[in-house]
């Protein structure tokens, strides 16, 4: 019975998840537990949505670039070698797969940006207003911490 909610759950979401902390984390902002009867969990609110599918597009994000680091490293240190002991250089092909490492990452920080963008655009107007009220009070109290550097003996 288990199993079906989870097959269910995957195909619902797709096969493109990644798993952070003990969860599984998908683009559409759902998630489940990393276990058999762990709890599975779809966001109904647009900002709670818009979090978790950020969440998802950092990790992606840093996914990216540690493999594009991994394979650069790897690649430079075959080709520190092979010009210290005349050895082979890495190929075209290995140069091609850096350089889709590199466009994947573009990619990722892309959608990691529209992630953040959506983010701020859904936050609710009474989260909004609360921080504008807090922004009036550190203004004021910017104001007030000057006054008081300003006074001298």
């Not at 998840?17 to 969990?41: C, F, K, Q, T």
């Not at 920080?109 to 953040?116: D, I, R, S, V």
Request: net charge positive.
């Amino acid at each position: 019975m288990a199993n079906d909610n989870i097959t269910k759950f995957h195909e619902k979401h797709g096969p493109d998840y990644i798993a952070h902390n003990g969860w599984l984390l998908w683009p559409d902002g759902a998630r489940r537990e990393n276990s058999s009867y762990g709890v599975m969990y779809e966001p109904t609110d647009p900002h709670e949505i818009a979090k978790a599918k950020l969440l998802y597009a950092k990790l992606k994000s840093q996914q990216a670039v540690r493999e594009f680091d991994q394979m650069k490293q790897f690649l430079y240190s075959l080709a520190r070698a092979a010009s210290r002991d005349g050895g082979h250089s890495p190929n075209d092909a290995a140069l091609a797969e850096l350089k889709q490492l590199q466009r994947t990452v573009k990619t990722a920080c892309k959608k990691l940006e529209k992630a953040e963008a959506e983010v701020d655009r859904t936050i609710p107007a009474d989260i909004k207003e609360r921080e504008a009220q807090r922004e009036k009070r550190r203004e004021a109290s910017r104001a007030v911490l000057s006054k008081v550097a300003d006074i001298t003996i």
